[in-house]
């Protein structure tokens, strides 16, 4: 077995004997020199796996010598040890990123515990966290078992959620267990859904919060309190996600709320996000407002009235809300939109919708390049954090934060990694979706889909009178039988969205508060 190599730079290295045999005992190979030019030969030879290097050594200093190490090699932890406790030294040090900074005399335990926290971290995070999961598996396994309520099935999803992240740098195999999990996971909520989803439309029946509801009971009633806000809509956007981009607005932001609600069905743009936006499910917007609303076999884009809608909502509770709509397609329109800002702040209400996360589950599916990218979940969510860390819109946040804006974070629907192809038969006048179908003249295993023969029971249109929407649960997918092997190997391993999972439906919505 390997053993991690120290390097120990101390011009009183000699009186130090008893920490190095400490150390070698431990397993660790030390390697001691007593100045800085030394230590600066011994890097250019050798690669170590921590440096401790004390401050005050005649020729080169300690901060002296740390600068050349690291540019001979910018990746070894290096531990400042020092008999000074000005705060300028500990700044300075900090600056030039040092792994730990400690004050003599220091003692073999705070050594090994510096030895640990740099190189072994990962190891014992990650072996402690498989121990935790283990321990934690069968508790999970009970609450997907005893979920009989939404909110239960919110909290079966972020445990969830939360195992996925910290499993994400273990042993593979955990990933598997918790992926298999999830899957049963799944499979239980589907069977939930096809069991109460109807029965959340009847009058006065206790429901999640759905989309429709979300400007009413989450935006108005701070509108009306005085408030001044920005509705952020990330479309396609998951929990998983959000969980990911969090730390990067920590900064700017304080987390004031962190709720869940439920994504109507289908949970695809077409539905979902106008629903938010009109404050109505998707039938009624079809009987009140014909010329916003675009059937699926129609050719015109399905969401280039969102912000008629919005006035439609707004009059219709009879606000007097100033407000402003934008779209942000790419990087060009996001620009626009942070220097126009300033004109922004004296509305009410400023919705933004970015539609990066959507452009982004497509370009996977079309492009061989993106699916290597994001291969798995996890490369995703790190796709996602890279979007948003380098693109316009961390400077749209910072300057919310700075001009004190409340921000409502939120999203239409999520998505979902498909493998399992499922024969269906439609007519030529079937919508292209892979998670939901909707027609007259389906051919398909009623075994296999949530099948809903009553469109208007769950507020959604009839296209004609005999109309049937069907959808996808699990990790499924719909797949036509001509040409269905090149239409599953093209479909499988994509992120589809608007058919029935944890990911699809349960959705944040996020309060953020400026720091």
């Not at 090699?73 to 400690?102: F, R």
């Not at 292209?432 to 769950?458: A, C, D, M, Q, S």
Request: proline letters at 3%; charged letters at 30%; a negative charge.
């Amino acid at each position: 077995m390997k053993k991690d190599k120290i390097l120990w730079a101390d011009d009183e290295i000699d009186l130090l004997k008893a920490h190095i045999l400490f150390l070698e005992a431990k397993g660790y190979e030390v390697v001691c020199v007593n100045n800085g030019a030394d230590a600066l030969a011994a890097c250019s030879e050798q690669h170590f796996d921590i440096i401790f290097l004390d401050e005050n050594m005649p020729g080169m200093s300690g901060l002296e010598t740390l600068t050349k190490i690291k540019e001979v090699d910018n990746i070894v932890p290096v531990v400042m040890i020092t008999k000074s406790e000005e705060e300028d030294l500990m700044t300075q040090a900090i600056g030039k990123k040092i792994a730990d900074y400690l004050i003599k005399p220091v003692n073999p335990n705070q050594i090994l515990l510096s030895i640990k926290k740099n190189i072994n971290k990962r190891e014992i995070i990650s072996s402690t966290t498989m121990d935790e999961y283990r321990a934690e598996f069968m508790k999970i396994g009970s609450l997907i078992n005893d979920s009989f309520s939404i909110e239960d099935w919110m909290e079966v999803y972020k445990k969830i959620v939360y195992w996925e992240l910290k499993l994400e740098d273990t042993d593979p195999q955990m990933s598997e267990m918790l992926k298999m999990q999830k899957d049963e996971a799944n499979s239980t909520f589907v069977k939930f859904i096809k069991k109460h989803y109807e029965g959340w439309f009847e009058e006065g029946a206790e429901h999640p919060m759905f989309s429709h509801e979300l400007m009413k009971k989450r935006v108005f009633p701070l509108l009306d309190s005085g408030e001044k806000i920005f509705f952020i809509v990330l479309d396609n956007f998951r929990l998983d996600q959000w969980r990911v981009i969090k730390e990067l607005v920590a900064g700017d932001f304080l987390v004031q709320d962190e709720e869940l609600y439920s994504a109507i069905l289908p949970s695809a743009t077409q539905y979902a996000r106008n629903a938010i936006f009109s404050g109505l499910l998707p039938n009624q917007i079809q009987k009140m407002f014909p010329e916003y609303w675009v059937d699926e076999d129609e050719e015109e884009g399905k969401n280039i009235f969102e912000e008629d809608l919005l006035r439609t909502q707004i009059e219709r509770f009879r606000k007097k809300y100033t407000f402003s709509y934008h779209k942000i397609n790419d990087s060009v329109s996001g620009e626009k939109l942070n220097s126009d800002l300033k004109r922004l702040l004296d509305n009410q209400l400023n919705v933004v919708v970015f539609n990066f996360v959507d452009m982004l589950s497509h370009a996977r599916t079309d492009s061989k390049m993106i699916r290597e990218l994001a291969a798995t979940e996890a490369a995703y969510r790190s796709l996602t954090k890279s979007w948003f860390q380098h693109s316009s819109i961390v400077e749209f946040f910072q300057l919310l934060a700075k001009n004190k804006v409340k921000v409502l974070l939120t999203t239409d629907h999520g998505t979902i990694k498909v493998n399992n192809a499922i024969r269906v038969v439609g007519d030529r006048n079937t919508n292209t979706n892979l998670r939901y179908k909707v027609g007259k003249n389906l051919n398909y295993n009623p075994k296999e889909v949530f099948e809903v023969k009553r469109p208007e029971k769950i507020g959604l249109p009839l296209l004609n009178v005999s109309s049937t929407y069907i959808f996808a649960g699990n990790d499924d997918f719909f797949a036509y039988p001509n040409s269905y092997n090149h239409y599953v190997s093209y479909y499988k391993n994509t992120f589809q969205h608007g058919g029935v999972s944890l990911e699809e439906m349960i959705v944040p919505l996020v309060t953020l508060l400026p720091r």
